[in-house]
Nanobody
Framework: QVQLAESGGGLVQAGDSLRLSCTAS????????MGWWRQVPGQDREFVAC????????YYSDAVKGRFTISRNDAKNTVHLQMNRVTPEDAAVYFC???????????????WGQGTQVNVSS
């Protein structure tokens, strides 16, 4: 059974930083592309970032490019999202995703976690 467990969400002040983590089980982690999506209540889910299985390529939405960094630690089956210079528009539920390919992750296919809430105070 595949499980993706997110952690690290909470309340952060605008301009500050937050680091999200996701630990995966039930998959051969090193062979999966990993990613993050987010969703604001009442809105569609939005792609945030993706990292290839090889740890060579990363992809970001325009909304977070230059502020967020995705990274992975295959030894710990963990993927992180470092969020810097957070704005109120970054407040959302953040979901960890895993896919066989980068395309799977960037199109919302594959496995999903339950999400972790990020709130931003202005």
């Amino acid at each position: 059974q595949v499980q993706l467990a997110e952690s690290g969400g909470g309340l952060v002040q605008a301009g500050d930083s937050l680091r999200l983590s996701c630990t995966a089980s039930g998959i051969t982690f090193s062979t999966y592309a990993m990613g993050w999506w987010r969703q604001v209540p009442g809105q569609d889910r939005e792609f945030v970032a993706c990292i290839s299985w090889s740890n060579v390529n990363t992809y970001y939405s325009d909304a977070v490019k230059g502020r967020f960094t995705i990274s992975r630690n295959d030894a710990k089956n963990t993927v992180h999202l470092q969020m810097n210079r957070v704005t109120p528009e970054d407040a959302a539920v953040y979901f960890c995703t895993a896919g066989s390919t980068v395309i799977d992750v960037t199109t919302g296919q594959g496995f999903w976690g339950q999400g972790t809430q990020v709130n931003v105070s202005s």
